[in-house]
């Protein structure tokens, strides 16, 4: 069974952020630049909420707003949840499914080591039954 901090040490521990007071285009157009789907809000080296392409079109785009006059603390989720570096992936995966998020932030002992989205979740889980399938395989084989 693999862990969050297992999937962060595969696919990098980078965590794309935007300021509170960053306009909501400035988000936007860095999560078009990184082609990802979140940013993790941080003040003070701290994070303090999450914004997604989902807090984009309904808060902006469907509410009249324009992205280039509103700001990220206008529309950014301040109940964060996170995973643990030590959690399962199954375990995230059922968060992830029960609440219908697709990014966590992942902390270690309070501090930010990275984000999972549910696709590196999912990669991980497969990546995982090939192994067994190949292993399998190789069994009958020999």
Same mark, same amino acid.
């Given at each position: 069974? #693999? ?14 952020? *935007?300021?509170? +007071? ?6 936007? =157009?860095?999560?078009? +630049?990184? /082609? ?8 003070? /080296? ?12 309904? $808060? *902006?785009?469907?509410?009249? =707003?324009? #992205?280039?006059?509103?700001? *990220? =603390? +206008? ?12 959690? #399962? ?8 499914? +029960? ?8 902390? /270690? ?14 990669? $991980?889980?497969?990546? $995982?039954?090939?192994? *067994? ?10």
């Amino acid at each position: 069974m #693999s862990t969050v901090g297992q999937v962060l040490r595969e696919k990098g521990s980078y965590v794309c952020s *935007v300021g509170p +007071d960053d306009t909501v285009y400035d988000a936007i =157009r860095k999560m078009a +630049d990184e /082609d990802i789907g979140s940013l993790v809000v941080i003040e003070n /080296d701290k994070p303090i909420g999450i914004i997604t392409e989902r807090h984009y079109s309904r $808060n *902006v785009a469907l509410k009249g =707003r324009t #992205s280039p006059a509103t700001r *990220v =603390r +206008d529309i950014m989720e301040t109940k964060i949840l996170y995973a643990r570096a030590d959690q #399962s992936v199954e375990e995230c995966m059922m968060v992830m499914t +029960d609440r219908k998020v697709r990014h966590l932030p992942v902390l /270690d002992r309070e501090k930010l080591v990275g984000i999972v989205s549910i696709g590196d979740l999912v990669k $991980n889980i497969i990546k $995982n039954q090939e192994f *067994v399938i190949d292993q399998l395989v190789h069994y009958i084989h020999a």
